[in-house]
């Protein structure tokens, strides 16, 4: 999903069918809510994961090990739950969030010499 041949073409899927055993599904599903649920900042608005993870790494550790877990650029904050979410703690604009990314870049890049690329989309 990080890289899709067709990301910058007008095309896209309607549907999809795929088989698979109920039971399996349903288990594999709720073991997935729950990782999910754990480990992000579920029912918090957010960007999503931010950065892509580079050859190597986990975006995230690169952002935590920089200490940036909790840090804040106006309302948008780095999430303590993962760092690789940045989560509106208070009213953020846009240019807080991109003012945020830009922080997080420079200082990665600085501390472990590793270029973040974001996963994002901004438009």
């Known amino acids: 999903y990080r890289s899709v041949s067709h990301k ?6 309607l ?3 795929f088989d698979f055993n109920l039971q399996q599904q349903n288990d594999d599903v709720r073991d997935l809510l ?22 190597g790494n986990y ?6 090990a920089s200490g940036l877990k909790g840090f804040c650029v106006g309302g948008a904050c ?3 739950k ?21 922080h997080i870049q420079n200082t990665v890049k600085s501390l472990h010499n590793v270029e973040l690329e974001t996963e994002i989309i901004i438009i």
């Open 8 to 13: 910058h073409i007008d095309e896209f899927f």
């Open 15 to 17: 549907s999809a069918r």
């Open 34 to 55: 729950e990782k999910r649920n754990s480990t992000q900042p579920i029912g918090l608005p957010s960007c999503g994961s931010v950065f892509k993870n580079p050859n």
């Open 59 to 64: 975006a995230a550790e690169l952002i935590e």
């Open 78 to 80: 780095v999430s303590e």
């Open 82 to 102: 993962h760092a690789n979410y940045i989560i509106n703690q208070d009213n953020a604009t846009a240019a807080d969030i991109e003012n945020l990314i830009n």
